[in-house]
């Protein structure tokens, strides 16, 4: 099976920072990647599909891009409401591992 | 817009099976995959499988092969998962997920 890394597992930055998280397959998955937002207590929501392709509602200071085996996600300024947990995930066959996931917090 | 609504939380005694029901509204419940994760108290997503409602074709992490069932009743477009042979290691939040929307989520606790 295909496994998923993210980097780092957490960090923390001060509101308005950039901030990128990386997640790499252990194998080749084309753009099939997705990435999710879980804040404390919360439902997870869905980011970006297609590797870098916008969920409908999601605010344009988040981006996707890599595909392959390599991937990220920006957060171009970091806003208080961005502290969470995020998780990538693959889906170009089952089974559609997550990564560990990356918590994101305010420095 | 889609919609999964959820059963309410269980607790349950090791050994025993749980079967979580999810409500789908919304959308044509026979046109798209439906997956099960679950997340254990402050840890990571673990998906658990997959379901086409249409064909009723299921595939399941190997993790939980022999102990994981998941179907359906398009009649009323719901899906369910059941989970044999409960243990500590299985209290988590199980959730039921289409094309990026989630259900709400429901805890099952397994105690003695």
């Known amino acids: 099976d295909i496994q998923m890394t993210q980097s780092p597992s957490s960090l923390s930055a001060s509101v308005g920072d950039r901030v990128t998280i990386t997640c790499r397959a252990s194998q080749d998955i084309s753009n099939h990647l997705a990435w999710y937002q879980q804040k404390p207590g919360k439902v997870p929501e869905l980011l970006i599909h297609?590797?870098?392709t916008l969920h409908s509602g999601v605010p344009s200071r988040f981006s996707g891009s890599g595909s392959g085996t390599d991937f990220s996600l920006s957060i171009s300024s970091l806003q208080p409401e961005d502290v969470a947990t995020y998780y990538c995930q693959k889906y170009n066959g089952a089974p559609f591992t997550f990564g560990p996931g990356t918590k994101v917090d305010i420095k | 817009q889609v919609q999964l609504v959820q059963s309410g939380a269980e607790v349950k005694r090791p050994g025993a099976s749980v079967k979580v029901s999810c409500k789908a509204s919304g959308y044509t419940f026979t046109s798209y995959d439906l997956n099960w994760v679950r997340q254990a108290t402050g840890q990571g997503l673990e998906w658990m499988g997959w379901m086409n409602p249409n064909s009723g074709n299921t595939g399941y992490a190997q993790k939980f092969q022999g102990r994981v069932t998941m179907t359906r009743d398009t009649s009323i477009s719901t899906a369910y998962m059941e989970l044999t042979s409960l243990r500590s290691e299985d209290t988590a939040v199980y959730y039921c997920e289409v094309r990026g929307t989630w259900g709400q989520g429901t805890l099952i606790s397994v105690s003695s």
């Open positions: 297609a590797a870098s």
